[in-house]
């Protein structure tokens, strides 16, 4: 690749002159000196050197990413919207990916571990100079193990610090949960069958709290029976719907969209046919759910919108906030449920 010198050189010039030339100066040369620099230039494919050219006027302009996990499904989304406010700000992005599950698996419990990658992974981007540090959590929890004075602003993606720590960017399940619920309330269904993640997952908690909000507000009594805790996997989706089918409920409303293709797949095979004897909801708007018979109804999750806000409170430095701020997810109803409306 060209340099400044080698430019120089050719031009007879000192290297000064070509860089306040490329750089656009006023008054570097005369007109056909700049011409001449510029055509050499062109000529031997030079590039200039951007990120050295922001670190000599004290602006790096660039924003450090760390993910946790770019295998797994939210994770790409949120950075394509932290990609694209960066673009839009002028702004690049370096990305450090942790790759949690090669290193733990879905294990959740080896604390040190974790802390010494993102140590790691933040010393490393604050040696590049980043203006900024957005983590981005691979399953939304409390983070216990990122300092708290880090030197830059620093902001969590689908996922939270300690309480008054840093400010955290999130979907709202809880909104999500109602929303749902709501939905096939007002299709008439009264005994709604939940099939929820594991019980310590802040989405289970979240959306369940949804769940019994929607019911309140409708006067519908709350029956334990009819909410079950599964793993997200599809097979936990094909087993608990029978015990929930066994309560009489004429809807399910699993909390992610896994489970619900596998409750799906249950009462098909028992004869109840999704959107026409029972009503399916799921949540996430993975890709699966699209590629059911009938589609299932589900929640879109706002990751390309968490992304980019999280990248704006860093560009704006508006990360003085220390509350959640969440974004709403968008229902999706599709044949699994739209169909199906109890009449009274």
């Not at 974004?327 to 044949?335: A, D, F, K, W």
Request: glycine residues 8%; aromatic residues 10%.
């Amino acid at each position: 690749m060209a340099t400044i010198k080698e430019i120089a050189k050719l031009a007879h010039v000192s290297t000064a002159t070509v860089s306040n030339v490329l750089n656009g100066k006023a008054g570097a040369a005369s007109a056909e000196k700049t011409a001449e620099i510029t055509a050499i230039a062109r000529q031997l494919n030079y590039t200039a050197n951007v990120f050295a050219r922001r670190l000599q006027q004290g602006k790096s302009d660039c924003i450090g990413v760390i993910t946790e996990d770019l295998t797994v499904f939210n994770t790409p989304y949120i950075v394509d919207g932290i990609d694209a406010a960066c673009k839009e700000y002028g702004y690049e992005m370096l990305l450090e990916n942790m790759r949690f599950f090669k290193h733990f698996d879905i294990d959740f419990s080896d604390v040190e571990g974790r802390r010494t990658l993102c140590t790691e992974r933040i010393s490393s981007l604050l040696a590049k100079q980043v203006e900024g540090i957005i983590y981005v959590g691979n399953h939304c929890r409390e983070i216990s193990y990122v300092p708290e004075d880090i030197g830059v602003p620093f902001v969590y993606a689908y996922c939270y610090g300690t309480k008054g720590s840093h400010p955290s960017v999130l979907m709202d399940d809880e909104n999500g949960g109602y929303e749902i619920t709501k939905r096939l309330i007002s299709h008439g269904h009264r005994t709604i069958g939940v099939i929820c993640g594991p019980f310590s997952s802040y989405h289970t908690q979240k959306r369940l709290t949804g769940y019994q909000g929607a019911l309140f507000d409708n006067r519908i009594f709350y029956n334990a029976k009819c909410v079950v805790y599964g793993d997200w996997s599809k097979e936990a989706g094909y087993r608990l719907a029978e015990t929930l089918c066994k309560q009489d409920c004429t809807a399910l409303f699993a909390f992610n969209d896994l489970m619900a293709v596998g409750a799906a797949d249950w009462c098909r095979e028992h004869n109840l046919v999704p959107g026409v004897d029972i009503a399916i909801f799921g949540f996430d708007d993975r890709e699966v759910s699209r590629y059911c018979t009938p589609q299932i109804s589900t929640a879109t999750l706002p990751l390309y919108d968490i992304g980019y806000m999280c990248a704006q409170l860093v560009i704006k430095h508006e990360e003085n906030t220390k509350d959640h701020i969440l974004l709403p997810c968008r229902i999706q109803e599709r044949g699994s449920s739209e169909f199906y409306h109890l009449k009274d």
